[in-house]
């Protein structure tokens, strides 16, 4: 377990994060530490006490915690004073070193990025949200359910790869949400808990399962002599895995019967593609917990290549649990008239011969 | 429903046990056709009899999803999904939002040519009407599609399309005594459609047990039963929506014997658990924070309130 000890001192006076030297200028505007709190209520409601064996960071990273409680626990790495995303990142390596199953850390979208920085998706982790800003669907809903996320890993489950939002601080504190996907970390799939995720309907699927079959459909019903558009997401990596290509995660990559034909696209490297072949359909899947279909993470989706493939021609995927927490679509082009011509209804496809028609709200 | 059926109709299900060695007649279901015709007010050759509504809905399915997509409302209890097993029909899921819930009938029409649509008015679990008459027969004399109204709770809510049958041949309302009238063991459902749909349905009555027709004519026979229970039951409702309202939690109206709440405590449905109440929670299938609560006996409501107010109090 590693807490972030400045994650969330900005929310109560009114800062919209504290990366970088905002947490000094939180400090002085009279702001507490919240991470404690949020830990302590992780901690008690764990019930399978007797079945772990925590390493904490040090001091107010961890080890202050747990020792107010039952649990058997080794420290691992050391802080000096004041503490920052280095020390989360170092500490985090050492944890890994130490072949640990899990990893727990408290904190925002900031200390989700550390975290992905050193382990990536190399073993499961659990996020208790700790910050301000806490976008990204890694989080459990709460303190509480997140105890119950680590207790359901000693119970056993299976797990899933859930987004990192990368929130663009200064945009945030100008009132404006601007995220794109910064990577993914597994996480436990005990869906109900996780910020933004949901279960399946009545048969009980897991979202890799969900994803085959999304990408079954999808490529069985694939034209020929057609330019496909796949945009970042585990998703569409789904689709291309099922086509046979390797495909980016987090980019816009291009595929012309069955072939992989651009990688890692931008604006001038998609519109090249579409003089070329001429037809064309873009996939995507809403991103994060906020349901936006254009406009966070694939940018390269600019209005200039939208107004080319038209909206006919845009077909959106998605779990279940991912569409089920969201009450809309959304899309945030950049341009105003365009956004109006996507909004109404779309069809997402959520799974073999399913699909979901949903509202795309401007 | 909480409450069983009177003695008399039990007596009637196990008179019908008397010669279960043979197989039902067309003459023991016919008194029953009878009776549902003059309560439904439709002509006895408008009816169907079949094991319960959801069967009676997947034999329509059998019969006309070649080449058809199957579009159907979302949240629905139970889901429709169930129903497209093992059929090439691509299902396609309308979602209800709040505040509303409703069916928006120009997307209907846009989407619903040449497909079966299976719409459950009132809607399981929003309790919610989602498809107005208007829109009904927008739908029906705007498209190709074939319209199933599943009005299982019609009974609760007084709604009914049923008249509407004589004039549109694509349009088929299923019903059941599952509900209102207490008989959920013996699995009765009915249909009342046209000539479209009686290849597809008019064998299905043989499908049923003699315990079930007998005890099902009995039931139509005295409906005073049914009316008392659902006057309780939606007196009740509304009593236990009032007291919700005043512990501070969101309820929504009904028409049918459950209504949604919206809670912001994300472990309600756990918590309610412990204290042994069961409330269907939809955060898993729809949007976070609603759940279904079903109207019980006035003492389990009460019993449901007290353990609600615990929570509450345990959560401030």
Redesign the interface.
């Known amino acids: 377990m590693i807490v972030n000890p400045i994650a969330g001192m900005g929310g109560s006076v009114g800062l919209k994060g504290t990366d970088g030297d905002m947490y000094k200028e939180a400090l002085r505007l009279g702001a507490k530490p919240v991470t404690p709190k949020k830990t302590e209520e992780f901690l008690s409601f764990v019930t399978h006490k007797n079945e772990i064996m925590f390493f904490v960071a040090p001091g107010k990273m961890g080890e202050e915690y747990i020792k107010k409680y039952s649990f058997k626990y080794v420290v691992v790495g050391r802080i000096y004073g004041e503490t920052s995303s280095e020390d989360t990142k170092r500490i985090a390596k050492e944890m890994v070193e130490k072949n640990i199953e899990l990893l727990v850390f408290v904190g925002g979208d900031g200390t989700a990025r550390d975290i992905y920085d050193v382990i990536d998706s190399s073993l499961p982790v659990i996020g208790v949200p700790g910050g301000v800003k806490i976008f990204s669907p890694v989080f459990s809903v709460s303190a509480r359910a997140a105890a119950r996320v680590l207790d359901a890993f000693i119970e056993g489950v299976e797990y899933k790869e859930e987004e990192v939002l990368d929130i663009d601080e200064d945009a945030f504190r100008s009132g404006r949400l601007a995220a794109r996907i910064y990577g993914y970390l597994l996480v436990p799939d005990v869906r109900e808990l996780l910020q933004g995720a949901k279960e399946a309907s009545n048969v009980s699927k897991s979202s890799e399962e969900e994803k085959r079959e999304i990408a079954e459909y999808i490529v069985e019903n694939m034209d020929e002599d057609v330019l496909y558009l796949l945009g970042p997401g585990t998703t569409l990596k789904k689709i291309a895995d099922r086509i046979g290509v390797s495909k980016t995660l987090l980019g816009i990559d291009a595929v012309f019967n069955y072939k992989l034909v651009g990688r890692d696209l931008n604006e001038s490297g998609i519109l090249n593609l579409l003089n070329k072949y001429g037809k064309s359909k873009i996939i995507v899947t809403p991103i994060g917990g906020n349901g936006f279909i254009f406009g966070r993470g694939n940018k390269q989706f600019t209005p200039k290549v939208l107004r080319k493939v038209g909206k006919e021609n845009v077909i959106v995927v998605g779990t279940k649990d991912k569409i089920n927490g969201l009450d809309y679509l959304r899309v945030d082009t950049g341009d105003l008239e365009l956004d109006r011509l996507f909004c109404g209804y779309i069809n997402v496809i959520v799974g073999y011969r399913e699909e979901v028609v949903m509202k795309i709200k401007c | 429903m909480p409450y069983p059926p009177p003695r008399k109709i039990v007596k009637a299900a196990e008179r019908g046990l008397g010669n279960i060695n043979k197989y039902i007649t067309s003459e023991e279901c016919e008194p029953l056709f009878e009776l549902l015709s003059k309560y439904s007010k439709v002509d006895r050759d408008h009816l169907f009899l079949g094991p319960g509504s959801d069967i009676i809905i997947r034999e329509v399915i059998n019969a006309f999803s070649r080449g058809r997509n199957l579009i159907t409302e ?2 629905s209890i ?2 429709r ?2 129903y ?1 097993h093992g059929y ?8 209800l ?2 505040p509303d819930f409703n069916l ?1 009938p120009e ?1 209907l029409v846009d ?1 619903a040519d040449k497909s079966l649509v299976v719409i459950g008015n009132p809607n399981n679990p929003t309790g919610k009407d989602i498809i107005s008459r208007r829109a009904l027969k927008l739908i029906l004399e705007n498209t190709d599609a074939l319209v199933i109204i599943d009005e299982a709770y019609y009974e609760f809510s007084g709604v009914t399309y049923a008249d509407l049958v004589e004039k549109y041949p694509n349009l088929i309302i299923v019903r059941t005594l599952d509900k209102a009238f207490g008989l959920a063991g013996l699995r009765i459902g009915y249909a009342i459609g046209g000539e479209t749909f009686r290849h597809a349905l008019q064998s299905l009555h043989f499908t049923l047990s003699r315990p079930s027709i007998y005890a099902a004519i009995e039931a139509i026979e005295n409906l005073n039963y049914m009316k008392k229970n659902v006057g309780i039951i939606l007196k009740e409702r509304e009593r236990m929506r009032k007291a919700l309202e005043e512990l501070g939690i969101k309820t929504y109206l009904s028409k049918t014997n459950f209504f949604l709440i919206k809670t912001e405590i ?2 309600l449905v756990d918590r309610l658990r412990k204290r042994g109440v069961i409330v269907l ?1 939809l ?6 924070g609603f759940i279904r609560i079903s109207v019980g006996t006035p003492e389990e409501n009460n019993f449901f309130l007290a353990a609600i107010k615990n929570v509450l109090e345990e959560h401030d």
Do not use: A, E, F, G
């Open positions: 979302y949240p139970p889901p999904s169930r497209m090439r029909v691509k299902l396609i899921k309308i979602r939002n709040p928006d997307l989407i994300y472990d929670d955060s898993s299938i729809w949007i976070r």
